[in-house]
């Protein structure tokens, strides 16, 4: 059987009979349950759009679901030590998600507080951790949440159809959690406590690692320390030492988190590095990554220009490389401006790299991703933004307002279809290292995903690259490849 491979993902769906003819490697009949796939950023601050969200959303055949943050941190929830927690944007997202059938819903807890964080403040870097005379109720605030959840029949939110496992404390081990990681894990450790005083069953995952442009060059443990010291501290506020000390507390959570904002081939070598830092303190736990955004080419600055003073430019971001700026600031220039067939292009370019993440995050055993974003990021779309965030801030996959489906929602419902109950999953020895081809088994059958994975830029000007595949052949097989247009 052979077929030509774009940079867009396609599968190949052989007979029954081929179930034979791909050996099954040594790591395959080892692997855990089948990846949970779900979505980011779901906004709970207005109530009658959370149930419409979920409704919508399983509809993808996705299984877990993660909120927008700032939306239940502990200064939403609860207006000082006195107060009683106000739990009903929290009630609403698992009242509603567990309603349209979703096992995994993911909390993510930050300590941000105008009166109990040591340094509150709008804008800027921040140290949310709790003060020491607050750090009681913090403990407090999150085994409340957590009692609420667990579906022990003992203050339980009514209506609570199953518990709630999946917590994250903090959000990002970035500016998003600037505290010194020695008062991070003064926090991590009252939470964990009072999580698990709460429920025995609790997963408690610390706020995740952010470590894009690290693995640019994919370096091994010799070049670990040089490649993370190389990335820019936009990026990387917390360094290396930061990380490492919070792996150190391994007795502090239980599952591994990590977070994916360049190409999705990074993953591959993240989880490589985690493995070789947790065979290091001799344990091993469950990797998660509970947020995602599309590979965005150029963010942490701004994107639409190619001159100017580096520390205003934006950062650029595996495959990108200095020499694809300008190029690059056209591109966004026309994004930015709402150019019909760059946003066509872009859309198409979005869902293609949803299916690539969660497919290369399935075969690294990864049990949890959490797939971005449920709509657009609209301020950051705007022409005052320079496209600050790249690509991801179009990668929305619904608007509610206009009732429409973008590519990445079909996308996400074709790479949960594929990966529905698989059995095992494992990527193909191929010549050509940019060819990337999984071969998918469940139910007796076998399957392959492919796509060609090209180490440089390619924008609308240019031609796709493509390769020649040949696989295991067979007597009927289906084809298909995400869609381009929205609504298609």
Known sequence: MSFNLLTRPSVVAGAMALAAAVSTSGRDAQRPAPISIGVEYVLIDK???????????????????????????WNEMQESASAPIDFSRLDSFVREFQAAGFADVVICLR??????????????????????????????????????????????????????????????????????????????ERAYASAHTAFAGVKIAHAAFLTTNAFRDHPGP?????????????????????????????????????????????LEDMVAWLNWEMNRRRWTKPIIVSDTAATPFIAWGNAVTCTGLKAFL??????????????????????????????????????????????????????????????????????????????????????????????????????????????????VSMPDSEVRVYEVRKGGGVSWIGWLHPSRVWLPEDEQPSRDVVLPGGRTVRLMTTPTRIGA
């Open 314 to 427: 934006g950062l650029m971001v595996a495959p990108a490389t200095e020499r694809d700026r300008c190029r690059l600031a056209a591109y966004f220039t026309k994004l930015v401006a709402s150019d019909p067939a760059t946003i066509e292009w872009t859309h198409q370019f979005l869902a293609d790299d949803l299916i690539k993440r969660v497919v290369i995050a399935a075969d690294q055993g990864i049990v949890l991703i959490n797939t971005a974003f449920v709509e657009d990021l609209h301020l950051l779309k705007m022409k005052a933004m320079n496209a600050g965030a790249g690509t991801s801030a179009w990668s929305g996959m619904i608007d509610l307002v206009k009732r429409e489906r973008r590519p990445a929602f079909t996308a996400l419902k074709n790479v949960t279809e594929w990966l529905k109950d698989y059995d095992a999953i494992r990527r």
């Open 111 to 188: 300590s941000r507080s105008r009166w109990a964080s040591k340094k509150y403040a709008l804008l800027g870097n921040q140290n949310i951790s709790p003060k020491p005379e607050h750090l009681e109720a913090y403990g407090q605030w999150i085994g409340a949440i957590v009692e609420r959840y667990d579906a022990d029949g003992r203050g339980d939110m009514p209506g609570l159809r199953r518990p709630v496992v999946w917590y994250e404390i903090g959000s990002e081990l970035s500016t998003y959690e600037a505290e010194p990681v020695p008062e991070y894990l003064v926090m991590l």
């Open 222 to 266: 010799a070049g670990y320390e040089r490649a993370f010291a190389s990335v820019d501290k936009r990026i990387m506020y917390h360094g290396l030492p930061a990380i490492r000390a919070v792996l150190d507390r391994g007795d502090l959570f239980d599952v591994v988190n990590i977070h994916s904002l360049g190409d999705p081939a990074e």
């Open 47 to 73: 109530a009658d759009k959370v149930g419409p969200y979920a409704r919508e959303l399983a509809q993808t055949g996705i299984t877990a679901a993660k909120h927008y943050a700032e939306h239940v941190e």
